[in-house]
């Protein structure tokens, strides 16, 4: 069974700020990874989706990456701005099984 | 394109009475899934569909939920008796049958049972 984590919880950061959200999984044969972020009430917007034979993708200011080897995946956000608060949340998909294990997601609030 | 939709998009029902729960795909999408989220704890799954077929029904919590897909588009799941522990948010995601399967999620359901 897939276990995901998400550290930390919460994170509060100034305006401006670059800053790395952690994601790590148990299960190394993971298919790919998918990062999303939540707002307050609202669904799941989709950010990013990672195939296990990529190593990074990229979206405007986002960035995410995976390391299987490690069980790690980063999501890397570049000249945060306010706007970018929410809950982000990261997602694996195991091969052989055609469901996503969530973490329990981190909260970022941006501070102008 | 539209994105999935769910409705409604809040219920409060009492302990023991019946609850149906909808979600709208993205049009394509063949694969449906339905997800939970019980207050603090993470969202997990709990059933996917192929067009109408069930593939993988391993997260329903019991018989108390029953989940079906009419044709292969539009999915309802229902809960009945249900009880205080089944609130939460209840969400669909849909995705297109590639390798890639990024989900798309819709907006929840929040379920409270009283």
């Known amino acids: 069974k897939q276990e995901v984590t998400q550290i930390p919880a919460a994170l509060s950061v100034p305006e401006g700020e670059n800053l790395v959200l952690n994601c790590s999984f148990t299960d190394s044969a993971i298919y790919n990874l998918q990062w999303f972020r939540q707002d307050p009430g609202k669904g799941l917007t989709s950010l990013l989706l990672i195939q296990s034979s990529q190593r990074e993708q990229t979206s405007g200011r986002l960035n995410a990456s995976l390391d299987k080897s490690s069980g790690r995946s980063t999501l890397y956000i570049a000249a945060s701005q306010p706007g970018d608060s929410a809950t982000y949340l990261c997602?694996?998909?195991?091969?052989?099984?055609?469901?996503?294990?969530f973490g329990s997601g981190t909260k970022l609030n941006v501070k102008p | 394109e539209a994105g999935v939709t769910q409705f409604p998009s809040h219920s409060v029902i009492e302990k023991g009475q019946t609850v149906t729960l909808r979600c709208d795909p993205i049009s394509g999408h063949d694969n449906l899934y339905w997800y939970r989220r019980v207050m603090g704890k993470e969202i997990k799954f709990l059933l996917h569909f192929v067009k109408e077929s069930k593939q993988d029904e391993s997260g329903m919590p019991n018989n108390r939920f029953l989940a079906e897909r009419t044709g292969g588009t539009y999915s309802t799941l229902k809960v009945q008796p249900a009880e205080l522990e089944d609130s939460g948010v209840y969400f669909c995601?849909?995705?297109?049958?590639?390798?890639?399967?990024?989900?798309?999620f819709g907006p929840g359901t929040r379920l409270t049972v009283l």
């Open positions: 997602a694996g998909r195991v091969y052989n099984f055609n469901k996503f294990y």
């Open positions: 995601a849909t995705t297109q049958t590639t390798p890639y399967n990024e989900q798309f």
